[in-house]
DNA sequence: TGGTTGCTTGATTGACCGCTCAACCAAGGC
DNA sequence: GCCTTGGTTGAGCGGTCAATCAAGCAACCA
């Protein structure tokens, strides 16, 4: 019926370190903090957890396994589109961003640079989150199938829309003005619109006749029309 | 002729502490990691800084100071086309990703990232070290003019840009890869690339009626690789 | 009833933290 | 010669850190 009260415990421990790694950062959160505001003992946690390296890998897993049901399934919630999706996911953590008063940090993002010599299990874990993250905007790409262009690399542009959301938090968080995350995001969006319309182009030139192949549109000199 | 031993000691300080806390962070360096590298006693230190958060703002008052000189002109050095320019200071960044053995982060960012409750002092100074940054990419997209589209917001695609090397960065950094550097900065020279479709089409378009009017074609000024 | 197990208690440890300070030193002015 | 100024020395302060551990506890079982 009940949680057993071992569960019950260590799951207190990962939700508070999560608030506070959050909030402060891992470097920054003392063992203490997270006793403190968790009322329990050092001993409680040092019974289930060896050190505080493995409340961090705790942590990570619970964002890992909670990407799906806490941030991503919310966001889409009457959202069907997939390439809506996308940016309702972005907007998202534009929320997030005005609720924290333009101090929010994406709580992976920043572990992954304030860890600068992680061990491999926690730089897996922190790979892993993106891996979640870029996989579920992954297959909204290809969901959108003919709209976006055929050569196109989705596992390329999920990085670049994992970009986006990083680099516009970070802007944000440091000059405390949501603008700098609308303004990539208006750029992302920038990026779709061309994309479409060139899957749009190509289409109807594949349609007209099946001569008119397109070189592929790549870095440096493009083909003059 | 030899600088006083002051500003000696001063800025022995400022490079130990650049070192450090881009190699560890601030948190995680220690008054005595400096003090040891830098063959210093506390003494000196604390005669020319306050305390550990005066150091950190002379690291981003020398950050700030040095972009230019220490690397956006070398990253530019023979590279005159504006928007080869940019992608040559990607480029730079891919390097030292390289040389680091794909650990490199920004230092700015991963500050930027690991400071919480930065005071406001030191949140100005991120703030302007991005600034900085933006600026050159800014300047470089004005003096393309119309091979981009007249409409185009300038600070908007320069942020962009920034976002772009700082999760490029972040992802290549978590992952120990440089393709995940790569493929975003291919993703921005796919946008690039639009843009200056975007444009060139719109420039015929307007030109169609006159007839010698053309955009100022010069020889040699194909966009570098 | 007494033993075993799973979890909790919280004082305690030693290392390390940022920072202080009285003493010291060398060079320049008078 | 002596004082002032600017910089240096390094032992040491109070505090915090992650981690320890002997003791206690309640629930279940024999």
Redesign the pocket.
Known sequence: MSP???TD?RTRIVRTAMDLFWEKGFNS?????ILSRSQ?????L??FF????DVLIAVLEAYRDGIYPMLIEPAWRGVRDPIARIFALLAAYRAMIVESDNSYGCPIGSLALELHEPDPKVRELLAANFDAWTGAIGRCLEEAGDRLPPDLDHRELAEFVLTTMEGGVMQARTHREVGYFDRNVRSLRTHFAMLEQLAKAERVAAGVGRSARRAPLKTGQKRGR
């Open positions: 057993s009260p071992a415990t959160t003392s063992i203490a903090d329990l003992n050092s001993g409680s040092y019974h060896p050190g505080k390296q």
